[in-house]
């Protein structure tokens, strides 16, 4: 998979990368990228697959049971490793592969849905947006439009990812809230993330000090003590 470059993209991400509001901060990453696997993504894309029919084989009775679709269908399939790729590529330190199964997704049936969730997170970034750039476009209104310039949100399906697995890095000290929604374009072979988590700065101010404290033991102990 190819990591899309787009200005719109690039300036919200700017300003989402880091949003203070008050006794939190919020941090927010769009990312689109062109869903023809080559390389590395094709061998993991062969080998994520190939887990899929040996787990298939072993409980047939769960053939209809994904979130993406009936995986003994190879759309689904597909499905399925595009966005354990996207991961992958967002997040390179973490190895979605060996963690994420088909149940982590949901498919979101109503875009509106999706596009109220998200306003109403963002909510509070909104304001500082419009202090810091003025009232001309909306947090919002950039945002839509920027998805829909990568994506064509008419013509595009809609899941979430949900982490179950502590070690995931959503699951991060003092989150207060976060969302994962993939935007996916069968016919333009993109698909598009928009990650976003909002974090209290009293814990990570203590998660901070707890790091500090441990560096510095380290150094005592380490210390010759003769």
């Given amino acids: 998979m190819k990591y899309l470059e787009y200005t719109p993209l690039a300036r919200l991400n ?46 047939p009775e769960n053939h209809s049971s994904s979130p993406v679709g009936p995986l003994c269908s190879s759309t689904s399939r597909r499905t399925l490793i595009h966005l354990i790729l996207t991961l992958n590529h967002m997040y390179p330190d973490y190895d979605f592969r ?21 306003e109403n997170y963002l909510l509070e970034a909104g304001k500082v947006w419009a202090v810091e750039n003025g009232d001309d476009i909306s947090l919002l209104d950039s945002i839509w439009k920027a998805i829909d310039e990568v994506i064509d949100l008419a013509d595009c399906e809609m899941y979430s990812y949900m982490p179950e697995v502590e070690g995931d890095p959503f699951f991060e000290r003092g989150m207060i809230w976060f969302f994962n929604f993939f935007f996916y374009n069968k016919k333009l072979k993109r698909i598009l993330c928009f990650s976003c988590r909002c974090l209290s700065k009293l ?24």
């Fill in 203 to 226: 814990a990570m101010d203590d998660s901070f000090a707890d790091e500090l404290m441990s560096d510095e033991e380290a150094i005592f102990w380490g210390m010759d003590m003769e």
């Fill in 14 to 59: 700017a300003f989402l990368s880091h949003v203070n509001l008050g006794e939190c901060v919020l941090r927010g990453v769009l990312e689109a990228y062109s869903c023809k696997v080559a390389g590395v993504d094709k061998k993991l894309s062969r080998s994520l697959e190939q887990e899929v029919l040996d787990y298939l084989s072993e409980s």
């Fill in 98 to 118: 060996s963690m994420i199964r088909s149940h982590h997704f949901s498919k979101e049936r109503e875009g509106n849905t999706v596009k109220q969730k998200i």
